[in-house]
């Protein structure tokens, strides 16, 4: 469904992705785990349009993304959730929600999966008409999650999902990925809680200063003594 070959990614001088490959197939939940900028987030931003890189290939589907816009890579259904949620405090939680589903006619469509993401989180279906500014950060990650479902998505990044949640929420929002899983969403989900991302993905790759150091199974990541190490025992749980 998306494969990257060789891409390269700077900031200015910074080279942050330095000849990246991998792919994600249909119906697969891959995770791509690494350290605080191994460029987990350049990666997404990168397949999202938001930065361009300066060689490599994105291809989606048949289709090369590498020099699509943003717009058109969410007209195709790859729909990022960002890191840090960057959710709409003054807007309500339906509005919040109705702005993932922004480009979308279907009104059918729409009222339906309003109900598929309260049915995900009911949590947010008894805060409709609060403000997002108002929410827990549990809620408000559930929010940016909500959002971007809303947008039907194809192909759903996640970024970081867990970041900075207390653990029962980070419970309740992997179960709810693991169920995007059964339901058939191909998800990306960039994680620094290797143990948790190890738990429901099926591959993984490992990113280390920009480059894959190493990819595999979920069974082939956890039994690497590298990962075990570095990833899993000093893990949040
Ligand atoms: P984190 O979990 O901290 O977000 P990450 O794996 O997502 O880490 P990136 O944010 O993609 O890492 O960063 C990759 C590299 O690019 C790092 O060396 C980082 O310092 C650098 N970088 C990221 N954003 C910028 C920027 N706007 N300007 C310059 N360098 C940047």
């Not at 970041?163 to 058939?184: D, K, M, N, T, W």
């Amino acid at each position: 469904m998306l494969k990257l070959e060789g891409i390269h990614v700077y900031y200015g001088e910074v080279h942050a992705l330095k000849g990246i490959a991998f792919e994600v197939r249909e119906g697969e939940l891959v995770t791509m785990l690494g350290a605080n900028g191994a460029g987990k987030s350049t990666a997404l931003m990168t397949i999202s349009g938001i930065l361009r890189p300066r060689a490599g290939r994105i291809v989606y589907e048949g289709q090369e993304l590498t020099k699509a816009s943003p717009y058109d890579i969410v007209k195709l259904g790859a729909i990022q959730c960002p890191e840090g949620r960057h959710i709409f405090g003054g807007l309500t939680v339906r509005e919040n929600m109705l702005m993932g589903a922004v480009r979308r006619q279907d009104r059918r469509g729409v009222q339906e999966d309003l109900a598929w993401v309260c049915s995900l989180f009911p949590a947010l279906e008894q805060r409709m008409g609060q403000t997002g500014a108002t929410l827990s950060g549990g809620e408000q990650q559930m929010l940016a999650i909500g959002r971007a479902l809303m947008a039907r998505p194809r192909l759903l990044m996640l970024d970081e999902p867990s970041l900075g949640l207390a653990p029962l929420i980070v419970q309740v929002i992997f179960e709810v990925i693991s169920q995007l899983h059964r339901q058939g969403v191909t998800i990306l989900l960039v994680e620094q809680n290797a143990r948790k991302a190890l738990q429901v993905a099926d591959r993984g790759y490992l990113l280390e200063t920009g480059r894959v150091a190493m990819s595999g199974s979920v069974a082939e990541l956890r039994a690497d003594p590298q990962v075990e190490s570095t990833y899993l025992g000093g893990a949040r749980a």
